[in-house]
């Protein structure tokens, strides 16, 4: 069994699929569009937001985000370091510096304290990443605490797609929410795709700019700088277990032919590229968590006696 299994997706949607591939080749508009316009405009009533931009993917969301709100060269921005580097890796990109934070060991999502103390040690932005399906249980008040500080939010909700806090869908709490429409995600495309949503049309404007070489219309670039190259609150984007005895974990699953993943495995902080950049960093919740996590099978069409043998075989486990 895999973790995921995108043949039975588009089994399930190959009608509504053909459809609309007809449509849109019948049309001929292949990039952004009347089609994209649609869908932008309905998922930013499904999330409560006034405007979605989509992009190419959602590490160029988390990037253009960055962008948009006016994060440069030199400045901090702080984020965790267990969520696959993508925001580590926009950081990177627009040339400033990663400030990590730890999460808290049961939700494996960051803290309003760890943001606090991020805060106050000079971060421009702060990154949180909703993870695994999880909407950030202090989100609310991440977000008052950012609007207060003057601190820019950027919410990842690549894997969190509806995923709420009280009655609101997460990338409506921060600055600038981030999506991503990776085939694997909850909402997944045949390919890449992302999205980036806004209330402040300020931010809307320059992200729509950004996407599509800096016009301001057809051809004509007028930026400063040219752009460079369970509950509600859940969604089981993966269904992801702790075990410190993952190794003997994967192996029984393997003999039971049940396929696992883990999610991440090297936190960013300890990544290679960095050599010794980081070595004074110490993110002890983290770094447990990334020995400890693994992901089993989860996806909408597992059927129930698929559920049944993952079940049986965790049950049969002995470390
Ligand atoms: C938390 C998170 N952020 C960002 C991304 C980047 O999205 P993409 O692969 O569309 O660039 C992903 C997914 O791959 C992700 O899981």
């Not at 000079?122 to 950030?136: P, S």
């Not at 207060?148 to 797609?161: I, K, M, S």
């Not at 997460?170 to 890449?192: E, H, M, Q, R």
């Not at 960095?274 to 004074?280: E, I, K, T, V």
Request: negative net charge; glycine residues 10%; hydrophobic residues 45%.
């Amino acid at each position: 069994m895999l973790i995921n299994d995108l043949k039975a997706h588009t089994a399930e949607v190959m009608q509504g699929v053909e459809s609309a591939l007809k449509r849109v080749l019948t049309r001929g508009w292949y990039v952004l569009g009347p089609e994209i316009e649609r869908f932008e405009r309905n998922f930013a009533a499904y999330l409560g937001v006034p405007a979605c931009t989509s992009v190419a993917n959602g590490t160029d969301a988390l990037e253009l985000a960055l962008r948009a709100t006016g994060v440069a060269t030199g400045d901090v921005v702080a984020t965790v370091a267990n969520a696959g580097m993508y925001a580590t890796t926009a950081v990177l990109a627009v040339g400033a510096t990663p400030r990590f934070m730890d999460v808290a060991l049961e939700t494996a999502v960051v803290t309003l304290e760890e943001v606090g103390q991020a805060i106050e040690s000079g971060a421009k932005a702060v990154v949180v990443t909703h993870l695994y399906g999880l909407a950030v249980p202090d989100i609310e008040r991440i977000g008052s605490l950012c609007r207060e500080a003057r601190v820019v939010l950027v919410e990842d909700c690549a894997q969190a797609h509806g995923a709420m806090v009280g009655d609101k869908r997460v990338g409506s709490f921060g600055d600038i929410g981030c999506f991503s429409f990776y085939p694997t995600k909850n909402l997944g495309a045949l390919g890449d795709g992302g999205a980036v949503v806004a209330d402040d049309t300020s931010f809307t404007e320059k992200v729509r700019r950004l996407r599509q070489y800096g016009w301001v219309s057809k051809y004509t670039v007028s930026l400063a700088g040219a752009p460079s190259a369970g509950g509600p609150e859940y969604v089981a984007h993966l269904f992801v277990v702790r075990t410190a005895h993952r190794d003997s974990l994967r192996t029984h699953l393997g003999t039971c032919d049940i396929g696992s993943d883990v999610h991440y495995p090297v936190p960013d902080h300890r990544q290679p590229v960095f050599g010794d950049r980081f070595a004074d960093v110490t993110l002890p919740n983290t770094e447990r968590l990334a020995n400890e996590v693994l992901t089993l099978p989860c996806y909408p069409e597992m059927s129930a006696e698929d559920v049944d043998r993952v079940v049986e075989a965790m049950n049969a486990w002995r470390p």
